[in-house]
């Protein structure tokens, strides 16, 4: 069991992780709303700018005495996320918001697969058992009577698989260089890259027709979706190993689906209150261990990425 300064890191990264699952829910319904009027890439484009706008001044200075090459990798974990957004954005046009959020988090279980290939080892007992049971409850949640398997929800495995990815990379770095110069670092190259595809591949959208709802809504995407979760994340995985952070992001899901049925962009089933309690008992397995009696402070784990 952890105590001290140690706890309190602990169970601040826990409730930002958490918190973070709450916004990025938050994401899939109103993106959807959104490209009903603003193109795809140019709403992806906006958004970041703007969070790049925020960003930017508040935290240029911490890039300053970083390794170059740290600088490097951040920049190309930004390549990436620009990717991963695209594939969620286009997979949005082609599926539902709460069908995307239920197949985006069965990345819960790709994490663990991908930290034994990038560590050499397998994850620790409850973290692993904490991915199997939230996995298996994101099938029962997301499988509804009823669901086809389209186009959308193909890029949504994808886009799973690149947000595993992104776990790991950014719980790699999150740990060899400043958190908050890594996010700036990311987001910047995200908005490159998505400023530069939306102006080669869609025309310029009218941005003068939007309503204020809408205005507000894309501010909403910025500030409460974009900027604090990515702060946050890449502070808390400072703290918190990559299988255990992916099992708490999981939690985007049930938030997510939830989101979608209150706004009617989904419709609801009893189905998913059986696969939001097993999502829910899967993150309490995984919790289990960092509160039990006899579990050693993680540094020397965490500092090589060990699990949770």
């Given at each position: ?290 509160w039990l009696p006899g579990r050693k402070d993680g540094t ?9």
């Amino acid at each position: 069991m952890f105590h001290g300064d140690r706890a309190r890191q602990i169970w601040w990264s826990d409730v930002g992780l958490i918190g973070i699952a709450v916004f990025w829910g938050s994401g899939f319904a109103l993106s959807d709303v959104l490209i009903q009027t603003i193109s795809p890439l140019w709403l992806l484009a906006a958004r970041f700018s703007l969070s790049s706008l925020l960003m930017g001044p508040l935290l240029w200075r911490r890039l300053r005495g970083q390794d170059l090459r740290l600088l490097g990798a951040a920049s190309l974990v930004g390549v990436l996320l620009g990717l991963t957004y695209v594939v969620h954005i286009y997979g949005l046009v082609l599926s539902t918001p709460g069908k995307q959020a239920f197949i985006q988090s069965s990345s819960v279980a790709m994490v663990p697969l991908l930290y034994g290939l990038w560590y050499g080892r397998w994850p620790s007992r409850p973290a692993t058992l904490g991915a199997i049971v939230t996995t298996v409850g994101l099938f029962v949640l997301g499988f509804t009577p009823g669901m086809l398997f389209n186009a959308g929800d193909a890029l949504s495995v994808l886009l799973a698989f690149l947000v595993a990815l992104n776990v790991m990379m950014v719980g790699y770095l999150s740990r060899r260089m400043d958190p908050l110069a890594l996010a700036l670092a990311q987001i910047l190259s995200c908005t490159a890259l998505l400023v530069v595809g939306a102006w080669g591949c869609e025309p310029w959208p009218r941005w003068e027709e939007l309503g204020t709802w809408q205005w507000q809504a894309l501010g909403f995407l910025a500030v409460f979706v974009t900027v604090i979760p990515f702060l946050v994340q890449n502070v808390a995985q400072k703290y918190a190993p990559e299988v255990h952070a992916a099992i708490l992001l999981s939690l985007e899901s049930p938030f997510g689906y939830l989101i979608a049925v209150f706004l009617g962009r989904d419709a609801w089933h009893i189905q998913a209150a059986l696969g939001g309690a097993l999502i829910l008992a899967g993150v309490m397995v995984a919790e289990s261990e960092r509160w039990l009696p006899g579990r050693k402070d993680g540094t020397k784990e965490k500092t090589s990425g060990g699990g949770a």
